[in-house]
């Protein structure tokens, strides 16, 4: 049995692993070999029910690991639950509004019609507190892609959730997959992210040290108090079981309004196999640098042992 850890650094190095804690996201999904098989866990299963999935948006207390903050959610979930499909099928999804705000959810990197885009103003009115909207789209390509509010920072409070459409006619070969979601994390910790980007217009002080030579220059605005993985901060991290030998996909979602990261796997190579949703010619590299809004899949053989799965967040070393 090989288990990962999975956290994120400021500086690099490997998050802690005590106490190590189960997402739902991080419950391996075995790929079975037939060419339409699909697979997902039963409690949060896409369904194909008329209604579809039901997207709560709504204050709730959530744990980060060993702290709990006051947040927006989709039920009361974070990230929010995992919505799949085929590609060709349909995404049928209701909003539900009950935060005292308006909000709309945006899926982002699915090309649909701008009736169901989800852009407050563009592409419709944001729905009302109160009130729901009934979202009903054809998907037509396959894909990691996540979900998320457009309407103001109403992202960095917790409304994301992860997309994924599923090839029917998958030409991967692999036994599991797992979703990784990335995310920078303030609200809840002595303000929210209104507070935190009213405090930073006003001063227009940005802290130049956040600089990648990397990414040549200054990379984003503000530190911020946790970096995620899946919800959860370094100190009770998410851990990923797999069997050593197996063949696994990783879908790493970059959910973060303010930073990039360079994700690595110790002791292993990873073959990046999309971006963006989209097929590449694979590649063989060490690291990967993902920006914010961006995906990336990659296949990993698992080796034995315990590994990290780190993410640094880039240009916010040296905390």
Not at 112 to 118: E, K, N
Not at 247 to 274: E, M, Q, S, Y
Not at 276 to 282: E, L, N, R, S, T
Request: charge should be positive; include cysteine.
């Amino acid at each position: 049995m090989v288990r990962y850890q999975c956290g994120v650094s400021a500086d690099g190095s490997p998050a802690g692993c005590s106490s190590p804690a189960r997402s739902p996201l991080s419950a391996p999904r075995r790929r079975r070999r037939a060419p339409r098989a699909r697979w997902a866990w039963a409690a949060r299963r896409w369904s194909s029910r008329p209604h579809g999935t039901v997207l709560r948006a709504a204050p709730a207390s959530v744990s980060l690991g060993r702290r709990t903050v006051r947040t927006w959610t989709y039920n009361g979930l974070l990230p929010g639950p995992l919505i799949e499909a085929t590609a060709g099928g349909r995404v049928r999804a209701r909003l539900v509004n009950a935060l005292p705000a308006p909000t709309t959810v945006h899926w982002h990197g699915i090309r649909i019609a701008l009736p169901m885009d989800g852009a407050p103003g563009y592409s419709q009115q944001p729905t009302q507190r109160g009130e729901h909207f009934d979202y009903d789209f054809t998907v037509p390509d396959a894909g990691t892609y996540f979900y998320h509010s457009h309407v103001g920072t109403q992202l960095d409070r917790g409304l994301y959730g992860p997309l994924i459409v599923h090839d029917p006619h998958e030409p991967l070969g692999y036994d599991a997959e797992y979703t990784v979601v990335l995310d920078d994390w303030l609200d809840g910790l002595g303000g929210t992210p209104d507070d935190a980007l009213n405090r930073l217009n006003a001063s227009m002080d940005h802290d130049d040290t956040l600089r990648s030579p990397l990414l040549g220059g200054v990379t984003a605005e503000m530190r911020h108090p946790y970096y995620l993985v899946n919800g959860r901060a370094p100190d009770a991290p998410t851990t990923f079981t797999g069997r050593p030998g197996r063949r696994v996909r990783f879908r790493v979602i970059n959910a973060a309004a303010d930073t990039p990261f360079r994700l690595a796997l110790g002791g292993h190579r990873l073959t990046v196999t999309h971006t963006d949703g989209f097929p590449v010619a694979p590649v063989i590299v060490d690291t990967i640098l993902i920006g914010m809004g961006e995906r990336y899949d990659f296949l990993v053989t698992l080796g034995s042992g315990t590994f990290p799965l780190v993410a640094l967040a880039e240009g916010k070393g040296g905390r």
